[in-house]
């Protein structure tokens, strides 16, 4: 998956503020193999673009991915200045690649844009929460609820917030229920279907 020289300009005009380093975690599962190549090829080219950007590769078998709950693939982590887990579950292409990059920049220290009020409500979550939001590539409102889900867990140690790409895990779908997208499962349970604010995503949680 090379990207376009307009694309690498665009994206390291973005990488440019960040503030401090962030790792990026690649998890394979060989279940996939030619899409995992294509996103191992992606990272290493957004990585190449900034020196405060790393790569980091494990399989899903590994000891690291068993740390992080880990079990399928593949999966890009962001592990930066953020207090809990960013994750995508697949490619973040599309509408979805922006959403990336903002929680690169997010994950490095660069600030939230979210209302202080709501932000101190999210940071009061005291339970373990996993947020999975089912997404499309083409689904335009798919990035508003994956933002407002890893928006909370750049805040708060407790909360795990992933992206799920609903073409490369159909069991998931099939396991939830889900008919349309986007779809926010709360700790193995379907929540909604549709996009909701932040605050609204934190009373579901609370």
């Known amino acids: 998956m090379a990207l376009s020289k307009k694309l690498k300009k665009t994206i390291s005009g973005s990488l440019s503020e960040l503030k401090k380093p962030v790792r990026i ?3 394979t599962s060989g279940r996939y193999p030619k899409v995992e190549k294509e996103i191992e090829m992606a990272m290493n080219e957004i990585v190449s ?12 078998d590994s000891r690291k991915a068993k740390s992080e709950g880990i079990t399928n693939g593949p999966v890009i982590m962001i592990d930066g200045e ?24 997010e994950a490095s ?9 709501v932000a101190k409500q999210a940071k009061a979550i005291k339970k373990k929460t996993r947020i999975q939001v089912f997404e499309m590539p083409a689904c335009t409102y798919s990035p508003i609820a994956v933002k407002v889900a890893h928006d909370i867990a750049i805040i708060n140690e407790n909360v795990t917030a992933d992206m799920v790409d ?12 889900i008919g349309e997208t ?8 379907l929540a909604f279907t549709g996009v909701r604010t932040l605050h609204q995503l934190v009373k579901k949680i609370v």
């Open 82 to 105: 953020q207090k809990g887990k960013i994750r995508f579950f697949g490619f973040p292409s599309g509408y979805q690649f922006p959403i990336f990059i903002m929680d690169v920049l």
């Open 25 to 27: 975690l690649l998890f």
């Open 109 to 117: 220290g660069a600030r939230q844009r979210i209302n202080p009020k």
């Open 49 to 60: 673009l900034n020196g405060k950007l790393s790569l980091e590769k494990y399989r899903v």
């Open 182 to 189: 986007p779809a926010t499962v709360i700790n193995g349970k």
């Open 166 to 177: 609903a073409f490369l895990f159909p069991e998931l779908i099939k396991k939830y229920g």
